[in-house]
């Protein structure tokens, strides 16, 4: 079980002086930590130290963040914080829809970093301790004691904030939701954008789409065998804002995600 306040922080930072602030700053709330000042030095700590949450450098000389996000992402569930000095909302989402549980901007206030690592371990935390029979919609099965989702009995290789997404949602199948709502239900505390929820939902529909090649024993047409899915639902009244569209998740056209029940008015777009 992971114990918050001495939870083991990487920090991968190229520029010595900040990384040294958020040092400080982390063993004053009581974290274990470790640095990196490269991308090849922080793969070879997360292997070797196995972090319970990493701050990482989008910027970093030889192999970029990005990069190391790809390589910790294909290992495990390991929660990422990424640090950029990129302000633009396109930047973010790339990081966010390789996996990434949320992002701070430079220049920063190192008590809004902590407050973030906290944020995220809590959320973490949350779900490790979750003693509840597994959600089962259809083939798809949400262990949120193992923290795990399967679909026809194979394991879906999910981040943190995408397990939160399809857990919230399939806790309340049938029910369209508003972006604002998941932000509240599954990604409270992270300061998370309204789009990074479309980014984040639009790797759950990819990930579901390719568990559902493995989950159909007869030929279908997409998801039109009547199992359970996640699917665009009629436009709601204006007054609600749209948490995904048809295609993925996008988010245009006012349109909600929502996940069906057995026997329940599944169809293809």
């Not at 982390?26 to 490269?38: D, F, K, L, M, V």
């Not at 292997?47 to 910027?59: E, G, H, K, N, S």
């Not at 809004?112 to 779900?127: F, G, I, T």
């Not at 262990?143 to 399967?150: C, L, T």
Request: proline share 6%.
């Amino acid at each position: 079980m992971l114990a918050l306040m001495s939870a083991l922080l990487l920090i991968v930072e190229d520029e010595p002086q900040l990384a040294e602030v958020l040092e400080a700053y982390a063993q004053q709330e009581g974290y274990r930590t470790e640095r990196a000042g490269n991308g090849e030095q922080a793969l070879g700590l997360f292997r070797a130290a196995r972090p319970d949450l990493i701050l990482l450098d989008v910027m970093l000389p030889g192999k970029s963040g990005l990069e190391v996000l790809k390589s910790v992402r294909a290992a495990g569930h390991t929660p990422v914080i990424m640090v950029t000095a990129r302000s633009e909302e396109s930047d973010q989402i790339v990081g966010l829809e390789l996996g990434a549980d949320d992002y701070v901007v430079k220049p920063f206030r190192p008590r809004e970093v902590m407050a973030r690592v906290k944020a995220v371990l809590r959320r973490v935390q949350v779900a490790l301790d979750q003693d509840e029979k597994p959600l089962r919609v259809g083939p798809l099965e949400v262990d949120r004691r193992a923290v795990q989702v399967r679909v026809g009995g194979h394991l879906l290789n999910l981040t943190p904030a995408e397990y939160r997404l399809l857990a919230h949602l399939a806790a309340a199948p049938g029910r369209a939701f508003t972006r604002d709502e998941l932000l509240s239900g599954a990604l409270a505390d992270s300061g998370a954008l309204e789009r990074v929820v479309d980014a984040h939902l639009a790797s759950v529909r990819r990930k579901l789409e390719a568990a559902a090649r493995w989950a159909c024993c007869t030929p279908c047409a997409g998801w039109a065998t009547g199992w359970r899915r996640l699917e665009a639902a009629p436009a709601a009244p204006e007054s609600h804002a749209a948490a995904g569209d048809a295609d993925g998740g996008a988010g245009v056209g006012g349109r909600h995600l929502r996940v069906f029940q057995p026997g329940g008015a599944a169809r293809i777009p």
